[in-house]
T-cell receptor, first 114, second 113 residues
């Protein structure tokens, strides 16, 4: 089955720790995205990547880092510099970074800081 | 002014009725418009997209776009309890280009028996 997988589904972090969220897709999509969703708010873009070894900051990149070493994978690291990391994190992909291509979402990772 | 605005609701409609969900956007040059459905605790699911002025129909769903008024809507005919969810409007603004979407905060729809 083609799709986007994210792991883990739930993640708990102690303050001061870095954690990495996994995102893998087998749709052969070129572009991948990371969003954050807080209760009662829309999705906010953290980082996006059009091709391997290239990525760009979104609207709220501070305290996050990413890598794109393979087309299928776009992991997100939430660093200790992110002051309020508790949120629902969503990974998405699309065929290419063009205006008319739909984005499809993975199931999400819910991160809680203890 | 928010870039993409939606009434948070909840919007309550009886089963079998038409649900009308509305979205306005601020960037006049926006090119593409998407509606996502999100069940509680789940990720968004794409249900409709529209690029040209007018109506686009897909089963019980109709998306309507009016670029002059900067307005996009989603109509759900014969609403079912399974349609109860939050509906997110997403817009691809011309600023910055590419496929970066700006999302509204969503409208909660409740379909009552």
């Amino acid at each position: 089955d083609g799709g986007i997988t994210q792991s883990p589904k739930y993640l708990f972090r102690k303050e001061g720790q870095n954690v990495t969220l996994s995102c893998e897709q087998n749709l052969n999509h070129d572009a991948m995205y990371w969003y954050r969703q807080d209760p009662g708010q829309g999705l906010r873009l953290i980082y996006y990547s059009q091709i391997v070894n290239d990525f760009q900051k979104g609207d709220i990149a501070e305290g996050y880092s990413v890598s794109r070493e393979k087309k299928e994978s776009f992991p997100l690291t939430v660093t200790s510099a992110q002051k309020n990391p508790t949120a629902f994190y969503l990974c998405a992909s699309s065929m290419e970074l063009a205006a008319y291509n739909e984005q499809f979402f993975g199931p999400g990772t819910r991160l809680t800081v203890l | 002014q928010k870039e993409v605005e939606q009434n948070s609701g909840p919007l309550s409609v009886p089963e079998g009725a038409i649900a009308s969900l509305n979205c306005t956007y601020s960037d006049r040059g926006s090119q593409s418009f998407f509606w996502y459905r999100q069940y509680s605790g789940k990720s968004p699911e794409l249900i409709m997209f529209i690029y040209s002025n007018g109506d686009k129909e897909d089963g019980r769903f109709t998306a309507q776009l009016n670029k002059a008024s900067q307005y996009v809507s989603l109509l759900i005919r014969d609403s079912q309890p399974s349609d109860s969810a939050t509906y997110l409007c997403a817009v691809n603004p011309i600023t910055g280009g590419g496929n970066k979407l700006t999302f509204g905060t969503g409208t909660q729809l409740k379909v009552e028996l």
